[in-house]
């Protein structure tokens, strides 16, 4: 009886045994896939981790066009009729000089007053940048240019332009009046034909003037001698 469960114990023994040490063969190769998987799955979050961070960096795309909204604003204030380039600065430009206009013509008139010969008003507005609108008028003798000159002055004032220079005044002969925006010459008529003022702005446009038949000059010659 004792044999029997010392041969049964033995038994138990080798059995364990050998399933100890298969078990102890099998488990690194098991070890080594779960190893293997690990490092794949590991290496495929990195991945992952990797392309997230360069969708987070990347910018988002926009449909909106390439100038932003500030371009689309800026083009609605422009209006319908107005030209693409045009800024609220044109706009007051123009108003400007439709002004200095008015007074420059508000001024031939005062010279028409006063007897002046062949007035011409020449725009200079595209061509000189210190001025819009230069004047220029005869008188028919030293004390007549002027009182044209004072005449010009006279309404200049009355329509809040002051003068910012005077030259020639008193010598009968020539005078200049500097409106900024206006200038006005005043001569005496041969001494105006000597200096041609107007042969210098030959490619700027004249405005339209109402010149009565008075102040046409039927014998001009008869002027010259008085120099």
Known sequence: MTDRRNSLASKSKKTSKGIGSGDTKR????????????????????????????????????????????????????????????????????????????AAKAAIDAALDKKALLPVLIDVSSLASYTDFIGIVSGRSDRQVDAIADGILTCMKARGRSLLGQEGSGSGRWTLLDFGDVVFHVFYHPVREFYDLESLWVDAPRIQLRIPPEAVMAQPDALYGNL
């Open 27 to 102: 488990a690194p190769s098991r070890k080594k896939q779960k190893t293997s998987a690990e490092s794949a799955s590991g290496s495929r979050a990195k991945r992952s981790t990797k392309a997230a961070d360069r969708t987070k960096k990347r910018p988002a795309r926009s449909s909106k066009a390439p100038l932003g909204p500030r371009s689309s604003v800026r083009v609605r204030s422009l209006g319908a009729n107005e030209p693409r380039g045009a800024t609220p600065l044109d706009a007051k430009q123009r108003r400007q000089t439709a002004d200095s206009l008015e």
